[in-house]
Protein backbone atom coordinates (compact mmCIF):
# COMPACT_ATOMS: atom_id res chain seq x y z
CA UNK A 1 0.00 0.00 0.00
CA UNK A 2 2.42 2.16 0.75
CA UNK A 3 4.59 1.58 -2.46
CA UNK A 4 1.17 2.93 -4.30
CA UNK A 5 1.33 5.93 -2.37
CA UNK A 6 4.49 6.89 -3.41
CA UNK A 7 4.13 5.59 -6.98
CA UNK A 8 0.97 8.22 -7.18
CA UNK A 9 2.97 10.96 -5.56
CA UNK A 10 5.97 10.38 -7.87
CA UNK A 11 3.54 10.31 -11.19
CA UNK A 12 1.52 13.53 -9.80
CA UNK A 13 5.43 15.26 -9.53
CA UNK A 14 6.18 14.25 -12.76
CA UNK A 15 2.80 15.17 -14.33
CA UNK A 16 3.37 18.86 -12.43
CA UNK A 17 6.77 18.72 -13.59
CA UNK A 18 5.83 18.64 -17.56
CA UNK A 19 2.95 20.86 -16.71
CA UNK A 20 5.28 23.87 -15.63
CA UNK A 21 7.50 23.03 -18.70
CA UNK A 22 4.87 23.45 -21.03
CA UNK A 23 3.88 26.26 -20.14
CA UNK A 24 6.86 27.75 -19.58
CA UNK A 25 7.51 27.00 -23.28
CA UNK A 26 4.48 28.71 -24.85
CA UNK A 27 5.07 31.92 -22.62
CA UNK A 28 8.52 31.72 -24.22
CA UNK A 29 6.88 31.45 -27.71
CA UNK A 30 4.31 34.16 -26.85
CA UNK A 31 7.55 36.46 -25.40
CA UNK A 32 8.96 35.37 -28.89
CA UNK A 33 6.52 36.79 -31.17
CA UNK A 34 6.11 39.28 -29.32
CA UNK A 35 9.39 40.29 -29.80
CA UNK A 36 9.85 39.37 -33.46
CA UNK A 37 6.70 41.88 -33.93
CA UNK A 38 7.34 44.69 -31.56
CA UNK A 39 10.95 44.62 -30.67
CA UNK A 40 13.45 43.75 -33.36
CA UNK A 41 11.72 45.26 -36.19
CA UNK A 42 11.78 48.84 -36.59
CA UNK A 43 7.83 50.45 -37.63
CA UNK A 44 8.12 53.97 -39.47
CA UNK A 45 6.68 56.41 -37.29
CA UNK A 46 2.78 56.74 -37.76
CA UNK A 47 2.73 53.23 -38.11
CA UNK A 48 1.66 49.94 -35.83
CA UNK A 49 1.78 46.50 -35.86
CA UNK A 50 -2.05 46.29 -36.16
CA UNK A 51 -2.27 48.15 -39.13
CA UNK A 52 0.54 45.84 -40.71
CA UNK A 53 -1.23 42.96 -39.33
CA UNK A 54 -4.56 43.68 -41.17
CA UNK A 55 -2.89 43.37 -43.94
CA UNK A 56 -0.55 40.64 -43.82
CA UNK A 57 -3.50 38.55 -42.76
CA UNK A 58 -5.22 38.85 -45.92
CA UNK A 59 -1.59 37.66 -47.46
CA UNK A 60 0.19 34.14 -47.44
CA UNK A 61 3.62 33.20 -47.46
CA UNK A 62 5.06 32.10 -50.50
CA UNK A 63 7.51 29.81 -48.47
CA UNK A 64 5.23 28.75 -45.61
CA UNK A 65 2.83 27.22 -47.69
CA UNK A 66 -0.47 27.98 -46.28
CA UNK A 67 0.41 29.77 -43.60
CA UNK A 68 -0.71 33.79 -42.90
CA UNK A 69 1.41 36.25 -43.08
CA UNK A 70 0.97 37.39 -40.11
CA UNK A 71 1.39 34.32 -37.91
CA UNK A 72 4.67 33.44 -40.30
CA UNK A 73 7.77 33.88 -38.54
CA UNK A 74 9.89 33.12 -41.11
CA UNK A 75 12.67 35.23 -41.71
CA UNK A 76 11.06 36.34 -45.39
CA UNK A 77 7.82 37.11 -43.24
CA UNK A 78 9.85 39.14 -40.97
CA UNK A 79 11.00 41.22 -44.11
CA UNK A 80 7.60 40.88 -46.06
CA UNK A 81 6.23 42.37 -42.77
CA UNK A 82 8.88 45.59 -42.74
CA UNK A 83 8.03 45.98 -46.71
CA UNK A 84 4.04 46.22 -45.96
CA UNK A 85 5.16 48.86 -42.82
CA UNK A 86 7.41 50.87 -45.26
CA UNK A 87 4.36 50.91 -47.74
CA UNK A 88 2.02 52.17 -45.31
CA UNK A 89 3.99 54.99 -44.39
CA UNK A 90 4.13 56.22 -47.83
CA UNK A 91 0.39 56.24 -48.08
CA UNK A 92 -0.87 52.76 -50.21
CA UNK A 93 -3.73 51.75 -49.28
CA UNK A 94 -4.63 47.99 -48.27
CA UNK A 95 -5.50 46.97 -51.99
CA UNK A 96 -2.36 48.32 -53.32
CA UNK A 97 0.02 47.09 -51.29
CA UNK A 98 -1.42 43.12 -51.79
CA UNK A 99 -1.40 44.24 -55.26
CA UNK A 100 2.44 45.01 -55.00
CA UNK A 101 3.26 41.89 -53.69
CA UNK A 102 0.63 39.92 -55.97
CA UNK A 103 2.93 41.63 -58.83
CA UNK A 104 5.95 40.72 -57.14
CA UNK A 105 5.18 37.47 -55.95
CA UNK A 106 2.11 36.09 -57.65
CA UNK A 107 -1.28 35.66 -56.96
CA UNK A 108 -0.95 32.82 -54.62
CA UNK A 109 0.37 35.03 -51.78
CA UNK A 110 -3.05 36.69 -51.62
CA UNK A 111 -5.74 35.27 -49.37
CA UNK A 112 -8.76 36.30 -52.49
CA UNK A 113 -8.52 36.17 -56.13
CA UNK A 114 -7.28 39.89 -57.15
CA UNK A 115 -9.76 40.40 -60.16
CA UNK A 116 -13.57 40.96 -59.14
CA UNK A 117 -14.29 38.54 -61.91
CA UNK A 118 -12.37 35.89 -60.64
CA UNK A 119 -13.85 36.88 -56.47
CA UNK A 120 -17.16 36.93 -57.36
CA UNK A 121 -16.78 33.21 -59.24
CA UNK A 122 -14.55 32.07 -55.61
CA UNK A 123 -18.27 32.90 -54.31
CA UNK A 124 -20.69 32.03 -56.69
CA UNK A 125 -19.73 29.00 -57.43
CA UNK A 126 -20.43 27.34 -53.58
CA UNK A 127 -23.81 29.28 -53.12
CA UNK A 128 -24.40 28.38 -56.52
CA UNK A 129 -24.36 24.70 -55.81
CA UNK A 130 -25.43 24.69 -52.11
CA UNK A 131 -28.92 26.42 -53.38
CA UNK A 132 -28.91 23.47 -56.22
CA UNK A 133 -28.52 20.91 -53.69
CA UNK A 134 -31.09 22.53 -52.21
CA UNK A 135 -33.68 22.65 -54.47
CA UNK A 136 -32.69 18.79 -55.46
CA UNK A 137 -33.37 18.01 -52.01
CA UNK A 138 -36.90 20.01 -52.31
CA UNK A 139 -38.00 18.01 -55.66
CA UNK A 140 -37.38 14.92 -54.09
CA UNK A 141 -39.13 15.51 -50.76
CA UNK A 142 -42.01 17.07 -52.83
CA UNK A 143 -42.64 14.10 -55.58
CA UNK A 144 -42.22 11.76 -52.24
CA UNK A 145 -44.95 13.41 -50.77
CA UNK A 146 -46.79 13.55 -53.95
CA UNK A 147 -46.89 9.83 -54.26
CA UNK A 148 -48.32 9.40 -50.93
CA UNK A 149 -44.62 7.61 -49.59
CA UNK A 150 -44.61 9.23 -45.92
CA UNK A 151 -43.11 7.88 -42.49
CA UNK A 152 -43.50 4.32 -41.79
CA UNK A 153 -45.25 3.32 -45.26
CA UNK A 154 -41.67 1.38 -46.43
CA UNK A 155 -42.09 -1.24 -43.79
CA UNK A 156 -45.84 -1.78 -43.87
CA UNK A 157 -44.87 -2.43 -47.92
CA UNK A 158 -42.38 -4.86 -47.27
CA UNK A 159 -44.47 -6.90 -44.59
CA UNK A 160 -45.77 -9.46 -47.54
CA UNK A 161 -41.67 -9.69 -48.77
CA UNK A 162 -40.61 -10.61 -44.82
CA UNK A 163 -41.90 -13.75 -45.37
CA UNK A 164 -40.38 -14.75 -48.31
CA UNK A 165 -36.81 -13.95 -46.54
CA UNK A 166 -34.57 -16.75 -44.54
CA UNK A 167 -35.98 -17.49 -41.27
CA UNK A 168 -34.56 -19.23 -39.16
CA UNK A 169 -35.85 -22.68 -37.97
CA UNK A 170 -36.25 -22.01 -34.37
CA UNK A 171 -38.74 -18.86 -35.07
CA UNK A 172 -42.01 -19.85 -34.41
CA UNK A 173 -44.08 -17.84 -37.42
CA UNK A 174 -47.28 -16.56 -35.46
CA UNK A 175 -44.55 -14.92 -33.28
CA UNK A 176 -42.87 -13.37 -36.08
CA UNK A 177 -46.17 -12.53 -37.16
CA UNK A 178 -46.86 -10.84 -33.62
CA UNK A 179 -43.52 -9.17 -34.35
CA UNK A 180 -44.23 -7.66 -37.32
CA UNK A 181 -47.48 -6.25 -36.26
CA UNK A 182 -46.74 -4.98 -33.11
CA UNK A 183 -43.94 -3.03 -35.16
CA UNK A 184 -46.65 -2.20 -37.67
CA UNK A 185 -48.60 -0.31 -34.72
CA UNK A 186 -45.69 1.67 -33.27
CA UNK A 187 -44.85 3.09 -36.60
CA UNK A 188 -48.46 4.32 -37.26
CA UNK A 189 -48.91 5.81 -33.83
Request: net charge negative; hydrophobic share 40%.
Amino acid sequence: MNRTVKRCQRIILWAALASVIVLAGGIGLRVDRAAAQGGQEQLPPGVTWDEVNAIAHKMYCDVCEGVPLDECESIACHRWREEIARLISEGKTEDEIIDYFVTRYGTDVAALPRDSQDRFLAFAIPAGLVALLGVIGAVQVWRMRQHGHHAGQAVSRTRGFTHQRPVPDDVDPDTLDRLLGELEGMIHE
